[in-house]
């Protein structure tokens, strides 16, 4: 039976897709290190899991379909510590997870055949969203020669066309490490103002910027408020993945009454988690500064491994926990297969995600792959290990 030509034209996320060759290698008993996906392994905080195991209703109601009402008072109060005064719980709308509030705002900002601008490399599943939404995604390319840094604005401005109704970054970036900074931010805003377009920002990874550098969030810009819409998640922040709560957050009251209609027709965001959110916002300080610690120690550490294998070239991430690497090969995806299907190193092998799916333009990534660096400093090394002889075996084989 026929399916749909929309769905029939999507990707299998470029994360995902391998995992049947995993699972294989994992039954022949090979240890895969899983650098292929934003998966910590730090421990969720202790607040989050009482309020699981304290859930204890006699029936799991539906809730409201914006969120429930202490998750949003909570965020507000959190928000508070980024600089980002005056949001009212009304200005933000509770969603299943970041990837919910990225397709809500593609679905309330375009229409079929409208274009959002978006820097590449990019985060890949950006791009089934807008084909869910029938929306083009207009690249701006950045380089790995420069440290993947922002392309001159009058790169973005000469991608604004009459479809265009937005421009999309994530900050810090996934899956190059970029942070935008203040500068960059205002130059861009300033742009869509004058363009009468949106900035979403994305900003699940605000936690993570390194080597003391501040982050600037999109919400900090008054003048700019009515054009701005800020993606978030408890994914990676809190270590909570599989809870699935994130936020679209909004002062631009007809975005957020809009985007209302899709969360309606979904009914409501999962109860226990949020439950589990709202606790979690009452974790300490330190739990947070305790786990960027940790990712900026991992990027220290894995960074230097990875940079100094012969022929992989990479810029150091100023944030989140990946980084893209270009390696001495021409098909990404070719050598990730034979590090699942024929390689191991010492009872292990290296699973990583191939990065030309981050990239709209078509050969652009082929030989670059993304690594997160979600793992222990052991399994880093090992994972680094691998990398290193499964290019020699990969390049021997091929010879
Ligand atoms: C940049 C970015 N945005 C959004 C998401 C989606 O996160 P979630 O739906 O788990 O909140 C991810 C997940 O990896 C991400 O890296």
């Not at 922002?150 to 604004?160: G, H, N, T």
């Not at 861009?188 to 993570?208: A, G, M, P, W």
Request: with cysteine; aromatic share 10%.
């Amino acid at each position: 039976m026929r399916m749909s030509k929309r769905i029939s034209s999507f990707q299998c996320s470029p994360i995902r897709r391998l995992v049947p060759f995993s699972r294989e290698a994992e039954a022949k008993g090979i240890h895969v290190i899983h650098l292929n996906i934003g998966q910590p392994d730090i421990k969720t905080p202790n607040e989050a899991l009482a309020a699981i195991h304290s859930f204890e209703p006699e029936t799991i109601a539906y809730g409201l379909s914006e969120g429930e009402f202490p998750l949003r008072k909570a965020l507000v109060n959190y928000y508070l510590k980024y600089g980002v005064y005056g949001l009212g719980e009304s200005d933000i709308l509770i969603t299943t997870g970041g990837s919910e509030a990225i397709q809500f705002s593609i679905l309330t900002l375009c229409d079929p055949g409208d274009e959002i601008i978006i820097p590449e490399p990019y985060y890949t599943n950006v791009g089934t969203f807008s084909n869910i939404a029938m929306v083009n995604l207009v690249p701006v390319t950045s380089s790995i020669d420069d440290g993947f840094s922002l392309p001159p604005i009058a790169s973005f401005a000469e991608k604004i066309g009459p479809k265009t109704r937005g421009i999309l970054l994530c900050s810090p970036n996934n899956p190059t490490g970029h942070v935008y900074s203040r500068k960059e931010l205002v130059a861009l805003l300033t742009l869509c103002k004058e363009k009468d377009i949106f900035l979403i920002v994305d900003e699940v990874y605000r936690e993570f910027c390194y080597d003391g550098q501040d982050f600037v969030s999109i919400l900090t810009f008054p003048e700019f408020q009515d054009r701005v819409i800020c993606v978030d998640s408890f994914s990676k922040r809190f270590s909570m993945c599989g809870a699935r709560i994130g936020a679209l957050v909004s002062r631009n009251k007809e975005v957020v009454s809009n985007a209302l209609k899709l969360a309606q027709a979904r009914l409501c965001p999962p109860a226990v988690e949020e439950e589990a959110a709202t606790a979690a916002l009452s974790a300490p300080d330190e739990y947070i500064q305790g786990v960027k610690r940790e990712y900026e120690e991992r990027r220290n550490f894995f960074f230097d491994k990875v940079s100094r294998i012969e022929g992989v070239k990479c810029s150091l991430p100023k944030g989140a926990f990946y980084f893209v690497a270009e390696l001495p090969i021409e098909d990404a995806e070719d050598f990730a297969v034979f590090m699942l299907k024929e390689f191991s190193y010492e009872g292990a092998t290296l699973m990583f995600a191939p990065a030309e799916d981050f990239y709209v333009t078509k050969g652009l990534g082929r030989n670059q792959i993304r690594l997160a660096y979600v793992l222990c400093k052991e399994e880093l090394e090992k994972a680094a290990l691998c990398l290193e002889k499964g290019l020699e075996a990969y390049k021997s084989r091929k010879h």
